[in-house]
């Protein structure tokens, strides 16, 4: 299985799918999060980095583009709605951290060519006021990761 997709009816079931994600790999993959303005990418970011023993306050990275968290394994969340230029891109810094770093990058679409392919594509979209389809699609050797997930949320 390469795609599952989970109705998440609360803030709190998409943290914990986050998080349960983020335990399920070993580090450095790449991952797109994707989906319209509130509808959950920065939350998913925050339930998956929180997971992973970071207890600190994960910020909104469309006000700071780009953050890392050592945490373990260590993450670099990154945010490109503001970015306009493939220049203001690069000078993030990111190139440093792939393949190290998780990178979770919010609106990754606007510049897919110019960053890392996905490993892993969570989309997400409003349903209602509190609910979220959430979709989550791997490339074939993430197959197995998918399938625990799926799994373990018996959704
Ligand atoms: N099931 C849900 N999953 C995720 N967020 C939800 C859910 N229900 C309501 N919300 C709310 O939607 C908003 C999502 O905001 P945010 O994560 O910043 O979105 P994005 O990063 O996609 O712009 C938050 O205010 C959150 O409380
Ligand atoms: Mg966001």
């Not at 580090?27 to 994707?34: K, M, R």
Request: net charge negative; aromatic share 10%; charged share 25%.
């Amino acid at each position: 299985m390469n795609e599952f997709s989970f109705l998440s009816c609360s803030p709190k079931e998409t943290i914990s799918l986050a998080g349960r994600l983020a335990r399920l790999l070993r580090g450095g993959e790449v991952i797109y999060l994707l989906g319209e303005m509130g509808t959950g990418k920065t939350l998913f970011a925050r339930g998956f980095i929180s997971s992973l023993g970071f207890d600190g306050y994960v910020t909104s990275s469309t006000f700071v583009l780009q953050q890392v968290y050592n945490c373990d394994p260590p993450v670099v969340h990154l945010d490109l709605y503001r970015i306009e230029k493939e220049e203001e891109l690069l000078d993030l810094g990111w190139e440093d951290f792939v393949g190290e770093y998780t990178m979770l990058v919010e609106w990754a679409d606007r510049f897919s060519h110019q960053i890392p392919a996905a490993h892993i594509t969570v989309s997400f979209k409003a349903v209602e006021e509190e609910k979220r389809k959430i979709t989550i699609k791997a490339i074939p050797e993430y197959g197995d990761i998918i399938r625990r997930l799926a799994d373990d949320t018996g959704n």
